[in-house]
């Protein structure tokens, strides 16, 4: 017959502060952080919501690997955690007691509950959050986004993921007040087709886009309308532009805004979209900076934008000819290139203002934006 290990003394104690709920919720001032984790997790399994809503706003950790739990049932306990969050966020100065940084709702964190619970059946790999200790009890700390992190998994075949569609509605209605973060984003067979046409697309610090992505995306028939169309962060030197190229061929009658930043290109790719960007006629925003270009395709990029009446904002890298070794900014250098550009303006005839964006700082993070303008 099977021998059943019994329940630990913890365990019991848990299980007994939760009949009362609300001496569990007053209790929870003077609970040390290491009972937390199985505290939680006893509330969690019997979906016991107010405890749960109270724990979340003590909670002693950095991160609240909520992930880790969520094979366990219950889209009540979930909104019994957000409901918890919503009542931190919704101050304008975040209490002394909160100490959580991160709501990690990926598959991960096992390890979190399986150390602090003593339950073998967490088996995942996990850096374990840290219990924070206030040294100024008193003392209220400004208000941070709460980041919240998550995998994105989008099937035809799936009826909706109830779970997710409340996640990413809960952070819509919540807009600056927390930070989104997609690590993982998993398309498969999804029917663009019958979707909406979009009116804006934004891809940001996506380390992991291929070339087979960025060719999907200038194929899919409801990107044909995009308005603004930002890419940012992305590891782009090693690619071919030519499906940029289509997608910008494919929206030029429509694009307002066109944001390329930080996204490694150097000179030889800009050569696939020059012709197509005369022809974005309704272009107001145009920004391309942090990348690594000449002056001459600096100039380039100048003449096939001197048509677009509508253009109202650009900024372009500050060129590499205007850096010493190691990345230092030349500035003789720069006033030198600055009155080519300007002189290049005054070829072109045109009231225009110009802007150069140099690399950013890393021992202060900052930039520096440089003007040209010829009137």
Known sequence: MD????PTLLQLAGESLLRDQASAIAALDYLPAELFPLLFIQAYRRRIPEPLKAMVQAWPFTVLPLGGLLQLPGLMVLQAVLDGLDILLAQEVRPRRWKLQV???RNTGTNFWRMWCGDSTWNCSWKVPVAVHSSSPNKEHPLVPLEVFLDLNFNERDDGDEFLKYILQWAQ????????????????EVPFQRQT?????????????????????SQCP??????????????LADFSLEPLRALLEAVAPTLQDLRLDNCGMVDSQVEAILPVLSRCQQLRDFTISMNNFCVATVEKLLRHTAGLRSLELELYPVPLEC????????QERLAQ????????LSELGQTRTIYLCGKCCHTCGNTNVYDVAFS
């Not at 850096?323 to 030349?330: K, S």
Request: charged residues 25%; proline residues 3%.
């Open 337 to 344: 290139i600055r009155a080519e550009l300007k002189a290049i």
């Open 173 to 188: 209605q919540r807009e600056g007040l927390l930070h989104l973060c997609c690590k993982a984003l998993r398309i498969s």
């Open 103 to 105: 709501l990690d709702l």
């Open 323 to 330: 850096y010493r070794i190691r990345g230092i900014l030349n």
């Open 3 to 6: 021998i059943q290990t019994p």
């Open 222 to 235: 409801n990107l044909r309308q995009l308005k603004s169309l930002h890419l940012f962060r992305l590891s």
């Open 197 to 217: 046409p979009l009116d804006k697309l934004s891809i940001e610090n996506c380390q992991r886009l291929t070339h087979s992505d960025l060719t999907h995306l």
